[in-house]
């Protein structure tokens, strides 16, 4: 039995702290993790400031994402000294999460990391990054062509994209509220910037003119909206996100008369077998290098009022929370 430091939030509505407990206070589970890192998403900050109800159970502790080293395992496919990630799959929201010391997981909801990716550069690119390469994998599924469009591109999600879409040759716009951020973009591989404001109204008529091949969509709410009416024929939009919102109000047309598919991106039920390709992928096409200048490193101890900074917007790219 091990003592450590988690962070625990005992209800809704209630602030999270740091406790020490043991690890025989860990809910049940197969293999037992000793995390190094941790990050922060957009639902972890909702979850964290109570500004969402993304906890199902309480107490509860946060953190969609961890990565480690395992530390004992009661399961044939993991063994001690194992470097694993986990992402989704109830994590920080009906299971304990990865702003703690330890974490006791199945073993289902783990993968080793890919080499030649680390525990560090696993959650640099985290749910965020996963999402990113499961919006790639719909685009090569449905055979995109032409110019693209991320949404949201100055954040998490959006970073990771606008990365992986130009380096596997596609002509990348991104879309953002931060006209600060166009050289960062453009360092991203972004061929065009563009104000969020250029898609935020409802399109005027069902059918706009043709502009996109395949959108990557962190946004939804009326954006989803317009650029559903400028797809090409076949296009297809990948959403992951409602920044704007949860409705949508449009017509069928976009789907009748151009052939549109509307995907979701679903990260946390992703199915295994696609998870792993999406993480192989991943390895394959970025490197820490690649990951450093969209990322920063901060202590699990400032989770609360970095959870207020990307909800305020005024954080870009990726953080990743050392835990240990």
Known sequence: MSTFRAFVIPSFGTPGSFVDLHTDDLPAGEVLVRLTYS???????????????VLRTYPMVPGIDLAGVVEASSSPDLSPGDVVLGTGTGLGETRWGGYAEFARCDAANLLRIPAPLDDWSAMALGTAGFTAMLGVLAFEDHEVSGKVLVTGAAGGVGSVAVLLLSRLGYE???STGRPEERDYLKSL?????IHRSELSDP???????????GVIDTVGGSTLAHVLAE????????????AAGGDLSTTVMPFILR???LTGLNSSACPRPRRERAWERLASLVTRADLEPITVTRELANVVDLSEEILAGRIRGRTVLKVS
């Not at 990050?39 to 109800?53: C, E, F, M, Q, R």
């Not at 399109?203 to 091949?213: F, M, V």
């Not at 797809?231 to 409602?242: F, L, P, R």
């Open 189 to 193: 591989g972004a061929s065009e910037i």
């Open 259 to 261: 052939g549109v598919t």
């Open 231 to 242: 797809m090409t024929y076949s296009g297809c939009i990948a959403a992951c996100g409602m």
């Open 39 to 53: 990050s922060l998403n957009y639902k972890d900050a909702l979850g964290v400031t109570s500004k969402g109800k």
């Open 172 to 174: 990348v716009t991104a």
């Open 203 to 213: 399109p005027a008529k069902p059918l706009l003119s043709e502009r996109w091949g």
